[in-house]
């Protein structure tokens, strides 16, 4: 018997007619089978292409996640088998992402295949690739996997002196620093600097990798030393402050490094060390001077007035915020404005200059309405209520430790009235 009649894949299925069944036997009587298939031979070539191979009925009746580890695996790709089944033990619905497992399959094997043969800056690139290639906030822990493995295929090729090691360290303190795992971060961005220390390598924008190396470590020093002054660890939060003042310095970049100041002298402030902290407001000042920074020229004078009014010298803080005051004015910062006058109107009633304080609270108060700012508006109207209340109460007490008819008459006639003017019953 033929071997496509033993496979069954052309031989027609003949039924009965169920309306005549004499014509079926008539039919099928007529002409024996051998003759039929002599009268419809078959091509060989087609024969061929109606079977199917066992691998072929896999990729239909299995999972998409055993067909690629077994076309892994068959073609001899160990590591790579392994570490794709790793992932998808870890990635639940991998099935609902074709695209991305045949992704990983393509670039793994590249990247096995690289180096065996030593070539281990195309290794990088392609797990370089595979970090770039998930943006998805779901893969993100696909990203940092294949950023630590560029790290591990870049340790390994010598022959750019760590520049690539370099940028995988870059990256994975990316990472950790996207995720808010300083320490993490900070370990990488620390192995950045170290290995671009003299390096005179930039990136595709021209920017030297080692002035970005000292960047991001004074950002991730910030971090930390706010975390520890929130915790009022003062010494270690100074510590890490200056740590980033020094990365900022040798970035050379003014902007960065004025911040750095500050940031410092405030944590100073915190500590009680108002001199050093003036110090460091003094050059923040400079910086912003030369910067022509107004809105940081202006912080820099409330700050060296806080700690002047620490020291319980008012009057010198009065003169650097009605410095801030003015350059807020010249400059239409409306908020720092605000800001200003009511720093102004608090030392002013801290040294019971209530009308001058009152002043400067009210002004406070029609700058917060203009920028329909409730709570500030309100605040400001309470210090200004208060300010009239107290200056009020000073003159009464003035005219009572003064008795006299005319100063009796005062206060009769301001009880009957309560006219605003009765601070200037004193004049």
Known sequence: MSSAVARGSRTPLLLPDIHNPQKHRTTSTSKSFREWMKENPIDPAEEKTQILTEHEIAQFRKPLRQNVCVVVLREGFHRSYAELFALLQRWKDAEEHPHKIQTIQHHLIRAETAERAGQYAEAYEDHLFLAR??????????????????????????????????????????????????????????????????????????????????????????????????????????????????????????????????????????????????????????????????????????????????????????EYLEKFAEISLN????????????????????????????????RAYEIACNLASVPRLQKAQVCAGSARALGMMQTYHMIIENPGRQNIHKIISWKERREDNFSAATS
Not at 332 to 360: F, I
Request: aromatic fraction near 10%.
């Open 331 to 362: 400059s239409k910062q409306d908020r720092n404005l605000e800001k200003a006058s009511m720093c102004l109107g608090t030392t002013l009633n801290s040294r019971k200059q209530y009308d001058g304080a009152c002043v400067h609270f009210e």
């Open 133 to 318: 290639f998930f943006t998805e906030p779901e893969d993100e822990w696909l990203k940092r996997h294949f950023f630590q493995l560029a790290l591990h295929s870049a340790r390994k090729f010598k022959m750019d002196s760590g520049k690539r090691e370099a940028e995988a360290n870059l990256y994975m303190g990316q990472v950790y620093l996207e995720k808010g795992q300083l320490e993490p971060a900070r370990e990488h961005y620390e192995a950045f600097y170290h290995l671009t220390m003299g390096r005179a390598w930039q990136d595709t924008s021209g920017r030297m990798h080692h002035s970005r190396s000292c960047e991001e470590l004074q950002r991730v020093y910030t971090l930390l030393a706010q975390t520890l002054l929130q915790d009022q660890h003062y010494a270690d939060a100074i510590k890490m402050f200056n740590k980033a003042y020094e990365m900022a310095k040798e970035s050379g970049d003014l902007g960065p490094e004025g911040e750095a100041a500050y940031r410092l002298g405030l944590a100073y402030q915190s500590a009680g060390d108002q001199k050093t902290a003036k110090q460091l407001f003094s050059v923040y000042i400079e910086i912003s001077t030369t910067l022509e920074n107004t809105d940081s020229l202006g912080r820099a004078y409330e700050a060296i007035a806080k700690s002047l009014e620490s020291e319980g010298k008012l009057t010198e803080a009065t």
